[in-house]
Nanobody
Framework: QVQLVESGGGLVQAGGSLRLSCAAS????????MGWFRQVPGREREFVAA????????DYADSVKGRFTISRDNAKNTMYLQMNSLKPEDTAVYFC???????????????????WGQGTQVTVSS
C-alpha cells in the first residue's frame, strides 16, 4: 500500500504564492507518474499538472500554465507544486495522486490514478 500526504495549503492573497508538497511512503514506492488535481464543491476533480517519475516529463492544464510548476525529488519520494500569481479561481482542495503503471496519454484523467492523498485546502482571497 502507498500513502500520499499533501502539505503546504493555506490562505493567500491574489498574486501570492504557495508551494504544495506530496510525500509518498509505503511498500517500495514506484509509479509511472504523479499528478495534482483540484476540486471545488459541486464540481468534478480537475487536472492541474502531472510529472513522470523517472524522466520528469511534465504537463499542465491550460489554466495554470506559466504560473504553476510541478517537480519531484526522487530521493525523497516527494512531489511539489509551486503556485505563483495565484487567482481567486485557484481556490480548491488540492489532491496529489500516483499512477502505478498507466500510459502517459491518460495522465489528465482522474480515474487513471491508483493512489490519492487526503487533500489540502488552498484559498486565494481577492
Amino acid at each position: 500500500q502507498v500513502q500520499l500526504v499533501e502539505s503546504g495549503g493555506g490562505l493567500v492573497q491574489a498574486g501570492g504564492s504557495l508551494r504544495l508538497s506530496c510525500a509518498a511512503s509505503g511498500r517500495t514506492f514506484s509509479s509511472s507518474y504523479m499528478g495534482w488535481f483540484r476540486q471545488v464543491p459541486g464540481r468534478e476533480r480537475e487536472f492541474v499538472a502531472a510529472i513522470t517519475w523517472v524522466f520528469g516529463r511534465k504537463d499542465y492544464a491550460d489554466s495554470v500554465k506559466g504560473r504553476f510548476t510541478i517537480s519531484r525529488d526522487n530521493a525523497k519520494n516527494t512531489m511539489y507544486l509551486q503556485m505563483n500569481s495565484l487567482k481567486p479561481e485557484d481556490t480548491a482542495v488540492y489532491f496529489c495522486a500516483a499512477a502505478a503503471a498507466a500510459a502517459w496519454i491518460q495522465h489528465s484523467t482522474a480515474t487513471t490514478y491508483d493512489y490519492w492523498g487526503q487533500g489540502t485546502q488552498v484559498t486565494v482571497s481577492s
